[in-house]
């Protein structure tokens, strides 16, 4: 059910979000295609139990890694908001040992517990590094709300992988599949229902208020060719 109503939300964030990359603000465009394959890497990981026999190693490892991607792509795309450089060799590496980290422990050794831990430091860094990276280039005399949101759910993300990933590195939940029950899986699930969406929403935010500084500067601008005697 959990993993049904993130495919839902995440699908009509990806929506709203391919529309506004019609505005050719940096950012829209990635943050968009991050949506999309996080609704493919959850798809994956909800299909298991559904299916009779399960899925292949190779997919459900395709759908660790892309767990791993998509918070990439959020990363990529705040720093392209904010019209900074992207580190594509870092983070082109940092994507492939995460990559090989989640296969041995498919492949060479399986361990579940390991596997959780791996996703959960993975994308608790990333959604630091989009909290770090919105707090530190918000721009000053603009609307703050967009921004403090956006940092509010990259931060309790974060928070919550770093929990998570030092429970399953210390092997204190007992469970064997994220569709277990289990303490540690309830809070993970609950708190990832709003955060993981809230970062679409954060983005959504900042680009609407982006759009609106736009539109404010042009019609100052227009006000001020309007004024200007020397204008035919």
């Not at 992988?161 to 609950?190: E, P």
Request: glycine share 10%.
């Amino acid at each position: 059910m959990w993993l049904t109503s993130v495919i839902i939300i995440c699908l009509l964030m990806m929506g709203m979000l391919f529309s506004l990359s019609r505005s050719g603000i940096p950012g829209v465009a990635t943050t968009a295609c991050g949506a999309a394959v996080t609704c493919v890497a959850v798809a994956l990981t909800a299909a298991p139990p559904l299916l009779a026999g399960g899925l292949p190693v190779p997919v459900r490892l395709l759908g660790g890694v892309l767990l791993g991607v998509d918070m990439a792509l959020y990363f990529v795309a705040v720093r392209q908001f904010f019209g900074l450089g992207v580190p594509k060799a870092a983070l082109a590496v940092l994507l492939l040992l995460y990559a090989l980290a989640l296969a041995a422990f498919w492949y060479v050794s399986t361990d579940f517990s390991m596997r959780t831990a791996i996703v959960s430091t993975m994308r608790g860094l990333m959604a630091g590094l989009i909290a770090v990276t919105v707090l530190r280039h918000r721009p000053a005399g603009q609307a703050a709300y967009p921004y403090v949101f956006t940092v509010a759910m990259a931060g309790a993300l974060a928070l919550m992988h770093a929990w998570r990933a030092v429970v399953y590195f210390l092997r204190l939940d007992g469970i064997g599949a994220l569709w277990q029950s289990s303490t540690v899986n309830t809070i993970y699930l609950s708190i990832g229902l709003v955060t993981l969406p809230g970062i679409m929403l954060g983005m959504i935010l900042m680009i609407h208020d982006r759009m609106l500084e736009q539109r404010v500067s042009k019609a100052v601008a227009d006000s001020r060719g309007r004024q200007d005697p020397r204008r035919p």
